[in-house]
């Protein structure tokens, strides 16, 4: 196994196939900084580049975007709070506080340890495990994706930051708008009013983009209008003057000091990436929530914090080993970047399946090999455009504000080249703010629209194969599920209660 590995890593590693490694995995992070730019998007562009290249050029260079890419979003999460991907909504919820604190250089790093740690983890727990997590996967019908899938709203419950009703309700909002448009199994319209616009359902990118950089945006242009001390001043623009430099020693160090907090969230991204159909948007979310159960002091996520870059970039590298691992040994896309990446490797003539890393070991390693040097090709890619990334942050709101939004609409149009997806933009911009206004956590949406049509699907699939509900309690790994999704509520509440009681005893007067 590791014979095969290491010969992997010598081919790579020569000129032609480096090469097209090094030019995806700097494309992927171009694409995963710039909002509205999705990895999935940047590899359909490069994709007709790979037709003239032999099997393993090809798919390293796909390899090299899809890490690039998903290390690529924590940029613009950290540097201007917006995600540049939906694998990197979660990094935003303590990595933009980290940057505005005044360590733009310590949040960004962070997180770029984070995913090669995590990256490389997941590599190898991959090569070592496979079998095992494929016979697992294997064993998922309908009833057992439906029950994960209210896991992980259970989960989401712990992301409300000030009222639990307030998140459950906000999840709940994120469900509804799943089921506004075309029923996915019957193709009949739903909640559509007769309306050509909405006939067809939201797209979710535009939706996220909305919700995340116009409620950003518009909260900090009300801050300009906040007569400003001396001191708010200086608290608002913490970033003027400082670099991107830190002790990386001390970074990795954070990092290398929550080996738990490290493991675990990478093992989140693993299982994630493996079963298909959820994607790092999720297992970013989910790491970021999991860090957050089991921290001592989970009022403090939010406000700027190492351990909420370091769950969320771990998981969403892992997730890429994950999903890799879903094609190579099942032949099943596991996201929308895998699909694409099994459609190149039908046009090579490659045959993906449980046979093909015995078939083919060749090829099979030498995409472990690029999916572990991309993660060190996306570091020195990082360092060297560190410089330039500086410059984000030294721009007055007053004209970054505009540029952002200018972007957010071109990458919202780009999806389908209609306007609908930039009006789709405007109305759920609008209508985030107002909910960031109410006080309403923007997570538990966020995931809920991420999940909503896949909790519907599986649940109709499970019912139209056997119309026994029970079953989704008597088999054995949808039983369990749901037990934990119950032990995850329950957690999520004690959690609140706790911390109700925390700030009850802080605000109490002394006498």
């Given amino acids: 196994m590791f014979e095969l590995l ?4 010598l081919t790579v590693l020569q000129w032609n196939y480096l090469v097209p490694l090094f030019a995806g995995t700097l494309v992927g992070v171009i694409g995963g900084a710039l909002p509205g730019v999705t990895i999935t998007m940047t590899i359909i562009v490069i994709l007709p580049f790979t037709y003239g290249l032999d099997p393993l050029q090809g798919l390293a260079a796909m390899t090299g975007v899809y890490v690039g890419g998903s290390a690529g979003g924590l940029v613009t999460a950290c540097l201007l709070g917006i995600p540049g991907t939906p694998s990197a ?3 935003t919820f303590d990595g933009f506080p980290m940057a505005r604190a005044g360590a733009p ?17 997941g590599g190898l727990f991959l090569i070592l495990v496979t079998g095992p997590l494929a016979a697992i996967a294997l064993q998922f019908g309908p009833w057992e994706y439906f029950s994960l899938f209210v896991l992980a709203m259970a989960m989401v419950a712990g992301l409300a930051e000030s009222s639990f009703i307030k998140g459950l309700l906000s999840t709940a909002i994120g ?30 990118l535009p939706v996220l983009i909305g919700i995340f950089a116009f409620a950003q945006i518009m909260s900090d242009i009300e801050k300009l209008a906040v007569p400003k001390t001396p001191e708010s001043v200086l608290a608002a623009q913490p970033s003027l003057g400082v670099s991107l430099g830190v002790s990386h020693l001390k970074v990795i160090g954070e990092i290398l000091g929550r080996p738990f907090l490290l493991l675990w969230s990478t093992i989140v991204g693993i299982l994630i990436g493996v079963l298909p159909a959820i994607g790092g948007s999720a297992a970013n979310m989910l790491a970021y929530d999991q860090a957050k159960k089991f921290s001592r002091h989970p009022e403090r996520f939010g406000t700027g914090i190492p351990e909420g870059i370091i769950a969320s970039e771990s998981s969403n590298n892992a997730n890429v080993g994950g999903s890799l691992v879903t094609i190579m040994a099942f032949g099943i896309p596991g996201d929308a970047v895998t699909a694409v990446m099994l459609g190149a490797m039908t046009i090579h003539g490659i045959q993906s399946g449980p046979l093909f890393v ?26 060297a455009g560190a410089l330039f990334m500086l410059q ?51 997570a538990p949406l966020i995931l809920g629209l991420i999940l909503g049509d896949q909790i519907e699907i599986n649940l109709i699939r499970a019912i139209m194969t056997d119309d026994n509900p029970l ?31 925390r700030t009850a005893r802080e605000g109490a007067p002394e006498f």
């Fill in 89 to 91: 909504i979660a990094t």
């Fill in 105 to 121: 250089g310590r949040a960004i790093w962070l997180g770029v340890w984070s995913s090669l740690f995590g990256g490389l983890l």
């Fill in 471 to 501: 079953l989704f309690f008597t088999r054995p790994i949808s039983g369990a599920l749901l037990l934990c999704a119950a032990l995850s509520v329950g957690l999520a509440i004690w959690q609140h209660m706790r911390h109700q009681a």
């Fill in 175 to 204: 469900l509804l708008i799943t089921v506004i448009g075309t029923d996915p199994i019957g193709s009949v319209p739903r909640f559509t009013f007769g309306s050509e616009f909405i006939s067809g359902g939201f797209p979710f």
């Fill in 392 to 442: 984000i942050t030294r721009v007055r709101l007053a004209v970054l504000a505009p540029v952002v939004l200018v972007l957010c609409v071109i990458g919202a149009y780009a999806l389908n080249n209609t306007m609908q997806s930039v009006y789709v933009l405007l109305i759920f911009g609008v209508f985030g703010y107002a909910l960031v206004r109410c006080g309403f956590p923007l």
């Fill in 6 to 9: 290491g010969h992997g890593l």
């Fill in 358 to 383: 015995t078939q083919q070991p060749a090829l099979a390693y030498g995409i472990y090999a690029a999916y572990i040097l991309a993660h060190l090709l996306m570091v020195l890619i990082v360092a």
